[in-house]
Each structure stands twice: as structure tokens, then as C-alpha cells.
DNA sequence: TTTGGCCTCTTTCCATCGTCAAGATTGGCG
DNA sequence: CGCCAATCTTGACGATGGAAAGAGGCCAAA
């Protein structure tokens, strides 16, 4: 019952925990202030068990990443799904979505769209950038029933690199330094109305 | 004359050496396979050597870090002034520019544009982003001479956003994965067609 | 209930890293 | 010609990721 230091062996559920403090840590630090050991501090555990449950430093920054994309998803679908009107109306909302974590999570986000990660998570089943595409494909396939293939894969390409290029400058600080949050947003959504605008507009 | 380790104290020219050699190691093992001492041995120089030339591996990183944005200036002005056509082959010629650098550089250009960058080089007048943004403006203020200055601004954000976020997600194999580089380009080309008629279209 | 096995965590060790301090070497200026 | 400052080396320190070996606790089978 002291309540020093009673749990000795057995933390309960360290895996729960060094992700949590791992995450932490990411946004705290960034990836190059990234550390192992510091993770197994903030869990109160000893440096070497982390190892128990993450074969590696890159496996855990692998479920990290893994996580972000589940998240990542949710936020976008959650965001369109808000919106019952048209189409171009949704694909402007999945960028809403896409941003909004990107904001919410800047380091995070820019590992799981590093060249680092890429050479880590080469396992499972691809959920991650794969479904963010599919997501904007279903809907340019709907603005674009009559286009040819072609035609909309490179409108999905457009959509993708239009809202990510504009949030991944942002969080980078290139565009908007000094801007409010308020005017930033504004500006995050001229962009994606122009997208959508342009891709809407590829139909002739 | 023995070829075989002549050159003992006094390298010569140890500032280029490292940071050629640091740049080729960048491009090998990516960011975070990036080691001070690696640099010094390929060359041939004992661990401590860099520390008489740069304060730090961060002011090393840092000096890359700069002549990229040189050298991205450069190949964009320089493909930008091979076309004198009109205002909106110009623009897609910046981005041909800009998307050349970033695949014959990925490591180096991801470094530009990361966090951990921008946490390191605060010194300098700001040769860096700030000048890509600027050969952009300057073609679309041509393109748009009677547009509000909200627009412009939005427009540039735009063609950046379009042009970054395209090359980005190729670098990090999110698009085309498997595509061949003609495919790609072709692509490439696409989003920048796209990116330019949206701009000129803001015209009205 | 007891016991044995297994999972969890700790301790200890190693190679490597960035950085610092001190000493060795050299080129060039007086 | 001799000395000085710049350049490079050697050695050391603390921190890191990872491997190996041992200690501690849980649970199921007997």
C-alpha cells in the first residue's frame, strides 16, 4: 500500500504504455530526439524491457505509424461523413480531415510519411496510405463517372498531393509563419476549393 | 609518393571533403542512418576531425541544408528560363525544376523540408524557402495582374502545394510504386498541366 | 495446494555515437 | 630560422540501441 513504488514486476500492460509514451515522446522530441530509453523511463520500467514487447526501436515506431494511419482514416471518413451534400462538398471534407490530424499530429504525421518508415513497415497488409487514396477515389469516381480511367487517376493524384503538399508546407512552417490558426484554415480550405473545383471542372 | 596513405595531417581541403561525403551518406542511409563519424572516416580523417570545421553534425546537416535551397533555385530558374513561352509554361517549368531536384536528391530534399530542419537553421537571410515561393509569386502575379492580392496569394499557395505534395508522395513511394519513371514524370507533368490551369483559370 | 514452466522485467555488458579536452604536427609569417 | 596558430589525432565521457543472463511473479496442471 506504500505508494512509493509498489509496482515492482509485471507493469500490467507495458505495450499500451510505451506506445502511449512513445507518442508522446515523438511530438515532444521529433524522431531524431526519439529515444528507446527515454520511452521505458516515462513507462517507469527498465531500459532493456521494451524489447519484450518491441523486437526494436523501428517496430515500435512502426505501430506508432500503424496507429496514425487507422487514425488518420477515421478523421477523414469522420469529416465527410459529417457532410450529406454533394460530392466535391465530401472530397473538400476528407481534406478537412487530413489536415486536421496533420495539425493535431505534426510529427507523427511527417513519420508516416517519411522515407524512414517506408523502409520499417514493409509488413502487413498495407491499410495505411493505400486507404487514403481509395477514400478520394470512390468519390472523383463519382464527380467523374464519365471520365476516362486515366483521366481520374490523375485527379486522385491532384486531390492528394494538392491537400497534402499544402499541410506538409504548413507544419514545416514555409507557408503561414506568423499566420493566426484562424487565417491559416482559411487558407487550407481556398486550397482544397480549388482542388475540388479543378477536379469537378475535369469533367468537361 | 607511396599512394598508400601519403597525406597525413593537414587534408587540404576538409570542409568540401565533409560535406561531400556527408552528402553522398545522405542520400545511402537516409537521416537517420547519419553519422558525424562515418563522414570523417569516408574522408579519411580521424572522428574529431569535423569538429574544426563544423560546431556540430546539426551545423553540417545545416550547410546541406543550404546549398539544396541553392541548388533547387537554381534547376527551377533554370528550367523555368529554357521556356520562353508564355506565364503558365513558365510555372509548370518551375515545377519541372523543383521535382527534378527532389528525385535526383529525395534524402536531401526531405531534409529541406522536415521539422528537425527548421529547428536547426534559423540563422541565414533566409535564402531558403523563401525564395522558391518567391519565383512563383513572381509568375503568377503576371498571370493574375488584375486579381486581388488575397488571390494571388492563395494561387501561389496552391501551385507550391500542388507541386510539393506530387513530388513528395512519389519520393516516399505513396504514388506509383511501381510506375516507370517515364510513367512517372508523365504523371508529374499532369498535376503540374492541372496546377497551371487552375492558376490561369483565377483570372476569371 | 504445490510445483513446474513460462512470461515479464532487471542487470550487466558491448559497440557505437556526439562532443570535449589535450596533445601532436605542420605550414606559413615574422 | 624559429615560433605561432590552424589543423588534425588521441583519448575520454555520458548516452544510446541491442544482446545475454538472471531474478521475480503468474498460472495451469498435478
Redesign the interface.
Known amino acids: 500500500m506504500s505508494p512509493n513504488k509498489p509496482r515492482a514486476y509485471h507493469h500490467g500492460d507495458l505495450r499500451e504504455a510505451l506506445v502511449a509514451s512513445g507518442r508522446k515522446l515523438l511530438e515532444e522530441k521529433?524522431?531524431?530526439g526519439f529515444t528507446l530509453r527515454e520511452c521505458a523511463r516515462r513507462a517507469e520500467v527498465s531500459h532493456a524491457a521494451p524489447a519484450h514487447h518491441f523486437a526494436s526501436m523501428d517496430d515500435l515506431l512502426a505501430e506508432l505509424v500503424r496507429r496514425g494511419f487507422a487514425e488518420l482514416t477515421a478523421a477523414m471518413t469522420a469529416e465527410a461523413d459529417r457532410i450529406e451534400g454533394e460530392a466535391a462538398a465530401r472530397l473538400v471534407g476528407l481534406g478537412v480531415g487530413y489536415m486536421a490530424f496533420a495539425a493535431a499530429n505534426?510529427?507523427l504525421f511527417?513519420l508516416m510519411?517519411?522515407?524512414?518508415?517506408?523502409?520499417i513497415e514493409l509488413e502487413e497488409g498495407e491499410a495505411g496510405?493505400g486507404g487514403i487514396?481509395r477514400l478520394q477515389a470512390a468519390i472523383v469516381e463519382e464527380l467523374l463517372a464519365d471520365a476516362s480511367g486515366e483521366v481520374r487517376?490523375?485527379?486522385v493524384?491532384?486531390a492528394?498531393?494538392?491537400?497534402?503538399?499544402?499541410i506538409?508546407?504548413v507544419?514545416?512552417?514555409?507557408?503561414g509563419g506568423r499566420d493566426s490558426s484562424r487565417a491559416l484554415k482559411s487558407?487550407g480550405l481556398?486550397?482544397l476549393a480549388?482542388?475540388a473545383?479543378?477536379v469537378v471542372?475535369?469533367a468537361r
Open positions: 521529433g524522431i531524431r505534426p510529427a511527417q510519411f517519411s522515407r524512414e518508415a517506408n523502409r496510405a487514396r487517376q490523375r485527379m493524384d491532384f492528394w498531393a494538392s491537400m497534402h503538399g499544402f506538409t508546407l507544419l514545416e512552417g514555409e507557408i487558407r481556398a486550397v480549388a482542388m473545383e479543378t471542372r475535369a
